[in-house]
């Protein structure tokens, strides 16, 4: 993974200092909240219900077991003992002190990490697939290009203060687990001919206005896609909203422009700026590259042996349903589920977070990702290490066998925590896990991605689930539409409304509702979202209306 040199250091140490000074003078009254909002935002501090809350950056989602360990003593320290992983591949602390927060961002320098760029209307995290480097299906690894996109977006001058905030998201492979077309831009990194470049697909986007990226440029030559990346938002800076914040994302302009007249528009600034000689030499790129080599197995410890699993029915079932393939023979990436029956989705303790540390030393090769889906991946571990890997896990409660089930639930943090939510989604989430598994029908229903948003900012995906739920005000009492169809794989799809919304228990039902029709009707080897596809709408919403 990629390690800071001394220009990376002192960037982020400066601004650790530079926020100190700010802090200070909002807390003896020389800034007003108005003066350091935009200050704060800059270093990814919101001000939320009942407290600060405080993003942290994980670029593409990698980070070591030091950073991981760092991570923990932040929750133990400074916060109540937990950390909440969002779909953007970071942390976020939810009950940060404001004089606290400058002692944080200096804690998180001492391990390479930072909270720069995590909110306001900048190029935010890059996010990459979390199988990069260990997936059989990848032309290449695509995060040394993330990499690079970061360190040509961090304060990047013209793109500090765009419209709106500005999503891009970089894969490898023809599957997508990184929902690359529900970015502002998604790249694809692809071969022609022997050649390395990368497709870009602009103006995707969730929230109140969701929207699937349309594919821009097919093939930009990999020493040109920084360039090409420069031209999009280029465009999009000039010719952004910005009277109206609901029409400001870039996915509002492609749409309005049209994509032939946006592609035009960018065809024309790519032939400009590429006169200017603006893409970062080849050599950084290659310097870039030598930090995402494979996996050094020489620096693991040896194989002992190992006594079985305490429970071997359990760790089969963990096994078939958390263990995904890697590209080396003898390994595996196994994920550790964040979603425990009736848990809340994407939190992790302090303990916890230590335990997967030391996992990620022990079994992994010193790594470990955060995934979108709200779990953690341990991507390079041996095969002969699961039944240990397993055991340690297992203690600490990070076992549950759930990847891409029912109870892999996505969940935004809601209305408990956040200042923009209209209904709690982690009760929903907690209910639902509750009802499948005391049912049993979780592993029945196999493949079903179901994700939660409290508002129409969509921070929980539910647009793009197989089934999604949106909570809403209806007249001061949180109510809950319910949506099929979705997804953010390589099919993407936006899921529809089924109809009127339900009330918190009565969209719990709906869900299991939903669920049985598809046990009843499926025909062998579909999917639930097959299934819906097959069918269409009609008969989900006669089971569900009469």
């Not at 133990?76 to 004089?99: C, M, P, S, V």
């Amino acid at each position: 993974m990629y390690a800071y040199d001394q220009y990376d250091q002192a960037m982020v140490d400066a601004r650790v200092a530079e926020f100190r000074d700010q802090v200070a003078r909002r807390l003896d009254g020389r800034l007003s909240e108005d003066q350091f909002k935009p200050l704060r935002l800059m270093n990814g501090l919101y001000l939320q219900l009942h407290a600060y809350m405080l993003r942290v950056a994980i670029p593409y989602g990698t980070l070591n077991a030091r950073q991981m360990r760092a991570l923990a003593d932040i929750a133990e320290q400074y916060d109540r003992g937990y950390g909440h992983f969002t779909t953007r591949q970071n942390i976020q602390y939810n009950w940060i002190k404001l004089a606290d927060a400058p002692d944080i961002l200096a804690d998180l320098a001492r391990v390479e990490m930072h909270a720069i760029q995590t909110s306001g209307n900048c190029i935010r995290n890059i996010s990459a697939d979390h199988l990069a480097g260990a997936a059989a299906d990848e032309v290449c690894d695509p995060r040394p290009y993330a990499e690079l996109l970061r360190q040509w977006s961090s304060f990047h001058p013209e793109f500090s203060a765009l419209p709106r905030k500005f999503k891009i998201a970089v894969i490898a492979s023809e599957a997508d687990r990184a929902a690359m077309r529900l970015h502002d831009i998604g790249i694809r990194m692809v071969e022609r001919e022997g050649t390395l470049g990368a497709q870009f697909y602009v103006g995707g986007g969730m929230g109140r206005t969701p929207m699937i990226a349309p594919l821009i440029r097919d093939f930009v030559p990999v020493d040109q896609f920084i360039t090409y990346a420069e031209a999009c938002l280029r465009v999009y800076n000039r010719h952004g909203r910005r009277d109206n914040k609901y029409k400001a994302r870039i996915k509002i302009l492609v749409h309005e422009l049209g994509a032939d007249e946006y592609r035009r528009q960018v065809e024309e600034e790519f032939a400009h700026l590429l006169t200017l000689g603006i893409e970062p030499p080849r050599a950084e790129l290659e310097r870039i590259k030598a930090h995402f080599g494979p996996p050094i197995h020489a620096e693991l410890p040896p194989l002992t042996a190992q006594a079985g699993p305490s429970d071997p029915a359990a760790f089969a079932e963990w096994r078939a349903a958390n263990v995904l393939p890697h590209k080396l023979p003898g390994h595996v990436a196994a994920v550790i589920s964040l979603k425990p029956i009736g848990g809340i989705p994407g939190d992790a303790t302090a303990e916890q977070m230590r335990v997967i540390a030391d996992c990620a030393a022990l079994y992994s090769a010193d790594e470990c990702r955060v995934m979108h889906t709200q779990n953690i991946l341990l991507p390079h571990v041996r095969e002969a290490d699961l039944p240990a890997l397993y055991a340690r896990l297992a203690d600490a409660g990070l076992a549950t066998a759930n990847l891409d089930q029912v109870g892999d639930i996505i969940a935004c943090p809601g209305l408990d925590y956040c200042s923009l939510a209209n209904a709690r989604s982690i009760p929903v989430a907690q209910k639902i896990s509750q009802r499948f598994a005391a049912s049993g029908k979780g592993a029945a229903l196999g493949e079903l991605k179901l994700k939660i948003s409290g508002c129409i900012n969509a921070c929980g995906h539910h647009h793009a689930g197989h089934i999604g739920i949106l909570g809403v005000d209806r007249k001061g009492t949180e109510n809950y539409q319910l949506l099929l169809g979705g997804s953010e794989a390589e099919d993407a799809a936006l899921g529809k409304i089924t109809g009127p919304g339900f009330d918190e228990d009565g969209i719990v039902d709906a869900v299991e509702t939903v669920a049985d029709l598809y046990l009843a009707r499926r025909e062998a080897g579909e999917r639930f979202l097959d299934t819906y596809r097959r069918l269409g709408m009609e008969p989900f919403k006669e089971a569900l209306y009469g």
